[in-house]
């Protein structure tokens, strides 16, 4: 295929980008999507089935051989201010850009895979390439796809997150981090008879800003961040609140695990609060939510951080399918968090993300793909999807 003229227009890939934005598809309610993808699937050849999470699954295979899967996901975050935007939130074409909420996050890149993938057929010499078009990653980055990867056993995965048409070689991870102070109530005419939670969380704030980070040479620090803070009873009436929580994103790092990111964070909350009768626990936030096919995903909102050198077999064989395809390869990484934490993070599987648009649109307003880059991520995945089947086994 590499070496031919692509058998799609960008009119087609463009055209199934902009049904998929204009069905949406918050987390949780992808059902509207699936079946679309469903269809485009079907139609192009696809071997297609839904697995009970809702994922939709696409096989083009050439018998036994290596198996390289492609992953994007199907739900959006939701339009809070549409009339902020300029175009349409829910799809619109303007010359060679069609903007909408998920044009580039990412049901862009999900159009571009699945036709790219499409000119396999009948192409692999072994072998088997899949396209899935995942749930519930706006929620949490990787229990969905962990169980596309568990299933099928992939050699090697794509994941189709935005990159500018570079070649990200791995993420920060994210982690979030539930820090709770516990005191005791009293009238808040009488404070010295009780303790102030919240009072002694700001104790613990000021003492979380000295955290020093790890730092990656490539992905950066792995910071920490303040995301919100709750008292309780809240509105607080002539009381002194008795628990207040903390909520923080820690941004992980390659090899980080959970008591990695936790212990630094007790040690430093056990000692803002010696001695004010307040005490503190810190653990990792638990998902829990419901897929539109009514299964239930329960994890902690842990997000491994995943990196490979540039010489690993599958950055190499990416950099090689991306020159066969006519564009130049420039190695990258993601800023935010993907599924990549789950194959790559979790799994262990070789991964890496390759995908069209500006990752710096995501979530935002005027939300944006150009068609010209559909187009070249198509071709380019199914050049790099060739090259790693060739390398796999």
Known sequence: MTGSVFPFSGEAIADFTLRLIRTPSPSGQEDGVARLVFEEMAKLGFKVQI??????????????????LLDAHMDTVGVSSPELWTRNPWGERVGDRIYGRGAMDMKGPLAAAVYGIATLRGCLERGTVVVSATVAEELVEGPALVRVAERLRPDFV?????????????????????????????????????????EAMVDVVRALRELQPPRHPVLGPG????????SEPYPGLSVVPDYCLATYDRRTLPGELEDDILQPIRALAERALEGSGAHAQ???????????TGRRIAAPNFAPAWFFDEDAPIVAGAVEGLRQAGIAPELSHYAFCTNGSGTAGRLGIPTIGFGPGDEELAHRVDEYIDVDELVLAARGYAAIACQLVRLGG
């Open 51 to 68: 697995d009970a999470f809702g994922n939709v699954i696409g096989t083009v295979s050439a018998g036994p051989g290596p198996a390289v």
């Open 282 to 292: 810190v653990a990792i936030a638990e998902d829990d939510f419901q897929t539109y």
């Open 223 to 230: 910071i920490l961040v303040l995301t919100d803070v709750k």
């Open 158 to 198: 794509v994941i189709c997150e935005a990159t500018s048409l570079k070649l990200a070689r791995g993420q920060r991870g994210r982690a979030e981090v539930r820090v709770e102070v516990f005191g005791k109530p009293t009238h808040s005419s009488r404070p010295e008879l009780g303790v102030n939670a919240a």
